[in-house]
C-alpha cells in the first residue's frame, strides 16, 4: 500500500511501558509474594512465613503497593485477633505464567 505525502501516519502510543510494569512487580519483594500466593489464600502471619526473609514492615509496604495495583485482594475479618487474608485478583492470577517462567529461565540458567 503506497502513502501520499500529504497523508499523516498516526503513532499508536501504548498506555503502559515496560518501566510502568516494573514499576508495579519490580520490587524486591512484589513476585516472590504474588509467586507465594499463587498457591492460594493466604492469612498474614502464613504469607510472612512463607517468604524467607522479608520483615514485617517490608511486607506490609509490598501488600499496601499490590492491593493499591490491584494485583492482590485484601480481606479483613472482625475477629479477635483481627484476621486478615490475601489473595491473587484477576489481574494477579494473570502474572502466574510470567512468573513460572521467569521461575523457569532462572533455574536454567542462574548459578548461585
Do not use: Q
Not at 499523516?8 to 504474588?34: A, M, Q, R, Y
Not at 507465594?36 to 492469612?43: A, H, I, P, V
Not at 502474572?95 to 529461565?105: A, E, F, N, V
Request: aromatic share 6%.
Amino acid at each position: 500500500m503506497e502513502t501520499k505525502k500529504n497523508e499523516k501516519i498516526e503513532k499508536v502510543e501504548h498506555k503502559c511501558t515496560l518501566k510502568d510494569v516494573l514499576d508495579i512487580v519490580g520490587g524486591k519483594w512484589s513476585i516472590p509474594i504474588i509467586y507465594t500466593l499463587s498457591e492460594g489464600t493466604m492469612r498474614f502471619k502464613e504469607l510472612e512465613r512463607a517468604v524467607h526473609n522479608i520483615n514485617t514492615r517490608m511486607l506490609v509496604k509490598e501488600l499496601k503497593s499490590l492491593e493499591a495495583n490491584r494485583i492482590i485482594s485484601r480481606k479483613a475479618y472482625a475477629t479477635v485477633p483481627p484476621t486478615v487474608e490475601y489473595t491473587l485478583t484477576l489481574k494477579g492470577e494473570k502474572l502466574r505464567p510470567i512468573i513460572d517462567d521467569l521461575h523457569k529461565w532462572g533455574e536454567e540458567y542462574v548459578d548461585l
